[in-house]
């Protein structure tokens, strides 16, 4: 706020007020020129006397300073602190004056001696310009880095595709757990989930770095970092290099190069196979697929070192999951598909039919993924029943897709399908056997069919003896004639006729 009071001008240090005011109302350098303006005279004469010639050494410190704050008044007027310039009291020309610097200290009062300055003369005014200087370029370069690491992290957010990052993580993490038996290594599981977020970081870079100009075209992509400028492509493609180079290497160090294997092979069939078939062939659908199946077996692998049959299932149903997902959502998108140039599946399919038909059979397939992981012995038989129930609940919107054939149907199924992977994949590890119960229920099932074998060749052999039975049948019992009361007597000796 500024307040005139007769010769005075009054500057308050109020931030907000002070920097509105001259930014929009009182502009610094109109002020320090009408200063300059008044307090500029002819030097004094020879003849002149000695208070003339201080009255001028004292206007001309003045009109420096004010060529001072002239020269750096678009510094003041966008980084104006709190503490700075909190009084700047300016009385009439015949008087002294005084000037609060930009500390806390106390105001220096009208100075006795016409020579000097109110804060100790030109020099303190120099230096109090220079440490402005310092503190307004210090509070600049913090404010710069700070507006750049934030538009560099979310650039790289959008370049990664964070939260599908994030998704593959979650199945590698899956195939992690499933993996690792009874005993779960926390930190090989952290490794593993660290390096395929990068790979996948790297694999997604890639993707928009080849389809920047389609993703021009389109309206749900063309505000991405590369489309709409805020990076450039030699800047993904260095940040694509790092980040997929880092997490291969992670996962060959801290996992196995099995794992780190099928990371880069992973990230090449999704940069470099399944990029170029989305505007070559409707095919790519089940590449893609593909591509999605493979981070929980990476998982697998980096926990067990092997790929098994019993870590097929997730892989499996994240295939078979994948082509109901992505036909709603290119039924959805297909005209941002057709205009971005992408051969999409459902742009061959004017009507829609062959598309509900191709998600309805990929559901179709979840069905028995349940009666599988119990029949290896992976799950207990209540995810059996879990998993049919959520392979029918999708089933159903594909069937209902399929009857009518338009966008909010097929959105009903997309957002099935967002539920169905998360649920599966909850109950898969809910409902897993650990090592110790698999023993327990493998050596129990040896038993019974120890049991069930015995009691077959015992049958065989008595039903080819009839005799044996009735004898068996006819003779007394032997022990009764060794036990008390009468343990003296011998055994009785049975005629074999």
């Known amino acids: 706020m500024i ?11 109020n931030k907000k007020d002070l920097t509105q005011t001259f930014r929009h109302r009182l502009r610094l350098p109109s002020l320090c020129q009408g200063l300059k303006r008044r307090c500029a005279s002819p030097p004094p004469l020879p003849g002149d006397s000695p208070e003339s010639a201080a009255m001028w050494r004292r206007r001309n410190s003045l009109s420096h ?12 007027n966008c980084h104006l602190q709190t503490t700075s310039l909190r009084l700047l009291q300016i009385p009439d020309v015949d008087h002294g004056y005084g000037l609060l610097s930009r500390s806390s200290s106390t105001a220096v009062g009208p100075s006795s001696n016409s020579g000097k300055l109110g804060i100790s003369g030109l020099d303190r005014v120099r230096a109090f310009g220079s440490t402005a200087d310092v503190v307004d370029a210090t509070t600049l370069g913090a404010r ?13 957010w959008e370049l990664s595709k964070a939260k599908l990052s994030m998704l593959v993580v979650a199945t590698s993490g899956a195939g992690y757990v499933l993996g690792s038996g009874s005993t779960v290594d926390l930190a090989g599981l952290c490794y593993t989930c660290a390096g395929t977020m990068m790979v996948a970081a790297s694999a997604n870079t890639l993707n928009q770095v080849f389809e920047v100009k389609n993703d021009a075209l389109m309206n749900r992509t063309m505000r991405r970092p590369l489309p709409s400028g ?20 992670l996962l060959a160090s801290k996992a196995n190069l099995l794992a780190a294997g099928l990371g880069a092979s992973n990230l090449i069939l999704y940069a470099f196979v399944y990029t170029p078939l989305k505007q070559i062939h409707p095919v790519n659908t089940w590449v893609g697929a593909v591509v999605g199946a493979i981070p929980p077996l990476l998982g697998w692998a980096a926990a067990s070192g092997q790929v098994s049959l019993n870590g097929w299932i997730l892989p499996a149903a994240l295939y078979f999951w994948q082509i109901p997902h992505f036909m709603a959502l290119a039924y959805l998108c297909r005209d941002d598909y057709a205009a971005g140039g992408f051969k999409m599946f459902s742009l061959a399919d004017p009507s829609g039919r062959r598309t509900a038909l ?6 179709i397939y979840l069905i028995p993924l349940g009666y599988l992981a119990y029949d290896w012995g992976i799950t207990s038989g209540w995810f059996c029943l879990e998993s049919t129930l959520l392979a029918l609940a999708i089933s159903g919107t594909a069937v209902s897709f399929l009857q009518n054939r338009t966008k909010a149907s097929a959105r009903r199924m997309f957002h099935a ?14 409902h897993r056997i650990y090592d110790d119960d698999r023993q327990k229920i493998e050596t129990e099932n040896t038993k019974d069919h120890m049991a069930i074998s015995h009691t077959t060749t015992a049958y065989e052999q008595d039903s080819r003896n009839p005799n044996r039975e009735k004898h068996a049948h006819s003779r007394p019992p032997v022990a009764y004639a060794s036990v008390a009361p009468f343990p003296f007597l011998p055994a009785p000796i049975y005629s074999s006729s």
């Open 65 to 76: 300073f004010t060529q001072l704050a002239t020269t750096s008044s678009s510094k003041f």
């Open 3 to 13: 307040k005139v009071q007769g010769p005075k001008i009054i500057i308050l240090s």
């Open 417 to 430: 399908s967002l539920l169905y992977l998360p649920v599966f994949m909850s109950g898969l590890m809910f």
């Open 358 to 363: 191709v998600a309805l059979r990929n559901c």
């Open 230 to 249: 805020r990076l450039t492509i030699p800047h993904a493609v260095t940040w694509a290099s790092s980040v997929g180079l880092a997490g291969t290497a």
């Open 144 to 156: 710069e880095v700070i507006d750049m690491a934030r538009h560099y992290g979310r650039c790289y």
